[in-house]
Every structure is written in structure tokens, then in C-alpha cells.
């Protein structure tokens, strides 16, 4: 990895191109090395992670609305959206919104965590959406996804946001568009204007992560994919972008992020190095926050040495900076003790999620948020005897460089009313590739049928699972096999024909136009 230095000029002194980090990331895109087996694999896991929670989140309203506004954007050999079968096609930048929104919307899919935060899953609707509608191959396909998940992690790893209460999906623009630079071949010329338009669009703060979070969390990102998609497109037909984005004086980082005394220092992939970041990003066993991932793990097995829950006096979580000011008490958020607060909000208490994984020694996406869940009188009682506290080796392990030692767990310390006290930590998740059972391929495969039980017929499960381990032999213009088909009698299509006017009143050469990228 090559490390750049990343700072604010002020227009006296003017950056050229060479020097600008959307620059540098262009042409860590345009680079054609080929990917590595190991990264190949990876993609295929991920692709089958993204079906599960999508699968499973279809009939949810977040995606049953995102569905809708897609449909009103029809287009003949366009791109597939999730649970409508291969013959239903959009325009790519409305398959990245829906899709990307039945990804997001369980919170479920993989993490990766470093100075900054993210779902580096989020990378592949949009990408898959431009291949599927520019007729691109399944080996296209990955090389696209190795780039995004790679610029997204080195963003990740130098450039905080959320201290600035940015949202993380401002890294997520610049990736998504570098990764579909990847994947159509584009010069770096192109892919250049295409970050910076791209990471101009998609910053915004980070009020949808705070206090009652709102179904916005799962729009966001597939907001941030679906500005992507335009960005390429535009810069394609010529348009450019405000530049130097990043270092501009009056650019993200003087204004939105460290200020113009900010010096970073981002790493990426040397001219020829394989891009082998997604092989640092974890995926979840469980459905919710990354953080709570380890803890969850640990409740399930404290919870089994406890057989009344009203002779617990106090339970204190010792863990790093994140996991206390951002899903624990250090968030001062009341809310994540509000027995009424929306499954949103609760998949960000890390005092309600380790409350009922010690009661019930198991965790489902969805029993586990159920009202009824939540407002178990023992479980609030137990609930609001939660409390966390920020350790500073827990912060140092969670930025730790070294992949062998960074962990995200932490310490619980239950204290019982009779002075006896039960106390455990485990650093990193059961499904870690460090922890006790690490993924494998089977695993993915697991978390998809339990996903797309009872909602996929078995078939369907096989006809996907066969396909999606196919993917790197996938010629042109068969990627929309990767599209699943759920029974019109369990898909939601209340909203689903058309039912937004501006939908209705397109014009046939509106829905065909042949831009840039939207032409195959």
C-alpha cells in the first residue's frame, strides 16, 4: 500500500489533478490488475449475504416504498430489482435505490470499522445495477465490486466522519462510483469527475443515526449507490465536478471535516497491487449494530449462569469509544431505553440488544425487536439496569492496526444483589475470521436459506445458490439471473404500478434514452 498525505490547499496555491486524492482513487480503478482467488470467493459470500437480509426485508414498508418509486422507472433491458424476477427491469439508478434499500434495511449485511464506519456491502447493488443494464460479465462484475469494497475500507481507515457528525455514507459515494469506473473500463480522466460529483452529493449529517432513528437509515445508502450511478453517468457524457473536493479550501475536508490545518494520511493500493480490502471486512451472525456483535455472543453465554433476572442489581459493559457513545449510554439518547422506540433505534441500544441476547440466548431479526419483545416488563426492568462505560484499551484495540489484535467487543460485569458478581470478555464475535467459529461459504449459505425460508420457494434457494457460485463464469448479459423471484401472492405491490404521477407521465424516449452509462 502507497499512503498519501491529504491536506487543504487554498487557491493560491493550487493542487493539479496528479496530486488530489479522487484523483489517486481513479486511478487506483482504472488499474487493470487482475483480483485475487481469495477476493473472487469473498465477492460470491458477500453477493449471498446481501440476497439473505434483502430476501428478508422485502415485504418491509422502507422497501415496499423504495420498490415503488423503482417501478415507476421502467425500462426494457434495464436492471433487476430484488424479489420481482429477471423479466421486471428499471433504469440502473433506480435498481440501486431499491435494492440498496432491501439491503440496508435489516442492518445485517458486513461491517468494516476504522477510523471511520461502514457497511462496504452497500458497494454492490449499484454496481450490479450498472452491470446488469450495460450487459457486463460476472468477472466484470467482480472486479467493479473489488474496487469499491477497497476504496471504501482506505476511506475508512483515514478519514473520520462521524466526528464531525458527517454520515458515513459520504465515503460510500466516491466508492460505488470508483467501483463502476472498474467495472465499464472508464479512463481515469472519467472516474475522476465521477468521485467528485459523487462525494459533492452525498454528504449529509449524521442526525439519522441519532435519537429516534427514522427508516431513513436504510435509505441513506442506497441513496448515496444511486447518486453514484448519475455521477458516472454524467461524467461519462462530459460533465465535471467541483474540484479539489477533498482538498479545496472551501472542499469537504476544510469545511465538513478537520478544517484547514487537517492532514491525512490514506492508504491505497500501489500501481499493480491486488485490491484485497474486502478480505478485512466482517460480516454479521447476528441482526444488529456491528459493535453489539461480540457482546451478543458473550450474553448467550452469561445469560445461561442466571435464573432470576430480578436478583441482577446492576450490569455494567466496559468497551471501546464507539460502542459507548454511539449505541450505549454515552449517546445520551433517551430513547435506547424507550420500550415504544422503533426497531431502528433499538438495533442502536446496545443496553436493550444485550438485555434480551442474556434472557433469551438466542437473537432473530425480527422476534427479537417485536413490540411485545421490547416491552416485556422483566426485560425493561433489566434493561434500565444496563450501563456502558469507555475503556481506553477497548478504544485501542478497536483502532488497533494490527488485524491480529483490533477487536470490538468488550467486558460485561453483572452484579448481583448478593454481593456476588459474574463477569466475562470476548474481544472479537463468534464469526470472526479471529473468533471462536469464523465464516465460511457454508455459513452464507446458511444465513440465506434461514433468511429466504418461508418466503422463497426451495427451488428458487437452489436455482440462486447454484448461480451466484457461478458468477465468475457468467457471460455478458447473464448476470440478471442473480435476480430472485419471490410469489406475486407474498410481494407487495400495493404501491407497486405506477401510482406516482411523474411516473405515469414519462414518455417512452423518456424511458429510453440513451445516456452514457444507461445505454448498453
Known amino acids: 500500500m502507497q499512503y498519501h498525505d491529504v491536506r487543504v ?30 477476493v473472487t470467493e469473498m465477492v460470491v459470500n458477500r453477493l449471498i449475504d446481501n440476497a439473505s437480509v434483502a430476501v428478508a426485508s422485502l415485504n418491509r414498508h422502507s ?51 476504522a477510523a471511520e464506519y461502514s ?15 450495460c450487459h457486463r460479465s460476472g468477472a466484470d462484475f467482480i472486479r467493479g465490486a473489488a474496487t469499491g469494497y477497497e476504496i471504501q475500507i482506505d476511506l ?24 463502476i469506473g472498474t467495472l465499464l473500463r472508464l ?38 449507490g444511486k447518486m453514484a450511478v448519475e455521477a458516472v453517468d454524467r461524467a461519462m457524457m462530459g460533465e465535471t465536478a467541483p474540484a479539489p473536493i477533498y482538498e479545496g479550501e472551501d472542499g469537504v475536508i476544510a469545511w465538513m471535516l478537520d478544517g484547514k490545518n487537517a492532514q491525512y494520511h490514506v492508504p491505497l493500493p500501489a500501481q499493480g497491487e491486488a485490491k484485497r480490502a474486502i478480505l478485512s471486512s466482517f460480516t454479521k451472525e447476528h441482526s444488529a449494530e456491528y459493535q453489539s456483535q461480540a457482546l451478543i455472543d458473550l450474553a448467550f453465554k452469561m445469560g445461561r449462569k442466571i435464573s432470576d433476572w430480578d436478583a441482577v442489581e446492576d450490569i455494567l459493559i466496559e468497551t471501546s469509544h464507539h460502542t459507548h457513545y454511539v449505541i450505549g449510554t454515552g449517546a ?18 446496545i443496553m436493550y440488544i444485550v438485555a434480551v441476547a442474556l434472557q433469551d440466548g438466542a437473537w432473530h431479526h425480527e422476534r427479537s425487536y417485536a413490540p411485545e419483545r421490547a416491552r416485556r416488563e422483566d426485560t425493561v426492568r433489566l434493561w434500565r439496569k444496563i450501563h456502558t462505560v469507555e475503556k481506553p484499551e477497548w478504544t485501542e484495540r478497536y483502532h488497533d492496526a494490527n488485524p491480529d489484535r483490533k477487536a470490538f467487543g468488550g467486558r460485561i460485569i453483572i452484579r448481583m444483589k448478593d454481593g456476588s458478581v459474574l ?39 437452489r436455482r440462486f445458490l447454484d448461480v451466484v457460485q457461478k458468477l465468475p463464469q457468467l457471460q455478458a448479459g447473464e448476470l440478471h439471473m442473480l435476480e430472485l423471484q419471490l410469489p406475486a401472492a407474498l410481494l407487495q405491490q400495493s404501491k407497486a404500478e405506477g401510482i406516482f404521477n411523474f411516473g405515469q407521465s414519462r414518455t417512452e424516449a423518456d424511458v429510453t434514452r440513451p445516456s452514457a452509462v444507461l445505454a448498453s
Open 332 to 349: 445520551n439518547d433517551p430513547q435506547k431505553f424507550d420500550p415504544h422506540a422503533s426497531r431502528e433505534t433499538l438495533d442502536h441500544s
Open 119 to 133: 457497511h462496504p456491502g452497500d458497494n454492490l447493488p449499484g454496481i450490479l445495477a450498472v452491470a446488469q443494464q
Open 156 to 179: 475508512a481507515r483515514a478519514i473520520c466522519l462521524h466526528k464531525h457528525k458527517i454520515d458515513h455514507v459520504a465515503h460510500l459515494g466516491p466508492s460505488v462510483a470508483a467501483g
Open 63 to 113: 422497501v415496499v416504498s423504495a420498490r415503488a418509486e423503482a417501478l415507476a422507472h421502467r425500462r426494457p433491458d434495464g436492471a433487476t430489482l430484488f424479489g420481482m424476477g429477471p423479466d421486471i427491469r428499471v433504469h440502473a439508478e433506480w435498481a440501486a435505490w431499491a435494492n440498496g434499500t432491501a439491503v440496508r434495511e435489516l442492518d445485517y449485511h458486513d461491517t468494516f470499522l
Open 9 to 38: 490547499h487554498p487557491e493560491t496555491e493550487r493542487l493539479p489533478r496528479s496530486g488530489q486524492l479522487a484523483w489517486k482513487i481513479a486511478q487506483v480503478a482504472a488499474d487493470p490488475v487482475p483480483v485475487d482467488i481469495e
Open 423 to 461: 463477569e466475562d470478555e470476548l474481544a472479537v464475535a463468534n464469526a470472526h475470521t479471529l473468533g471462536a467459529t469464523p465464516w465460511q461459504r457454508t455459513d452464507y449459505i446458511r444465513k440465506f436459506r434461514t433468511l429466504s425460508e418461508g418466503i422463497l420457494p426451495q427451488e428458487e434457494v
Open 187 to 224: 479512463p481515469p480522466a472519467v472516474i475522476y469527475q465521477a468521485i467528485g460529483q459523487a462525494l459533492h452529493v452525498t454528504t449529509a449529517t449524521r442526525q439519522s443515526r441519532k435519537g429516534e432513528i427514522s427508516s431513513w437509515k436504510a435509505y441513506a445508502p442506497a441513496h448515496a
